[in-house]
Nanobody, 125 residues
Framework: QVLLTESEGGLVQAGGSLRLTCAAS?????????MGWFRQVPGKEREFVAT????????YYADSVKGRFTISSDNAKNTVYLQMNSLKPEDTAVYYC?????????????????WGQGTQVTVSS
């Protein structure tokens, strides 16, 4: 089992920045193939934000965040980060960290085996 623990989100003004952290633990962490971030607003489906694959390293982003968000990882700390810049009110959502040990479509939540508890990010206009 892999446990994912997200940092606290927060309230930020439009145009501001925020960094989310996801720390992974568990005896099967070495089997993790890919980690990602998703987000969800009330009444809507959870949507893909960004993903990172370790070996070989590659990253992918949703079009809505490309150029503003950056996903990165620190393997020594088993941690993934999501740096969010130039935030917009439409980025307001609960953000979820996710991890998977299997191949699959990186933007589909069905690909991911493990999920964090979610953290609220609110961007005020």
């Amino acid at each position: 089992q892999v446990l994912l623990t997200e940092s606290e989100g927060g309230l930020v003004q439009a145009g501001g920045s925020l960094r989310l952290t996801c720390a992974a633990s568990g005896r099967t962490f070495s089997s993790i193939y890919r980690m990602g971030w998703f987000r969800q607003v009330p009444g809507k489906e959870r949507e893909f934000v960004a993903t990172i694959k370790q070996y070989p390293r590659s990253t992918y982003y949703a079009d809505s965040v490309k150029g503003r968000f950056t996903i990165s990882s620190d393997n020594a700390k088993n941690t993934v980060y999501l740096q969010m810049n130039s935030l917009k009110p439409e980025d307001t959502a609960v953000y979820y960290c996710a991890a998977t040990s299997k191949l699959g479509a990186y933007s589909s939540e069905r690909t991911y085996d493990y999920w964090g508890q979610g953290t609220q990010v609110t961007v005020s206009s």
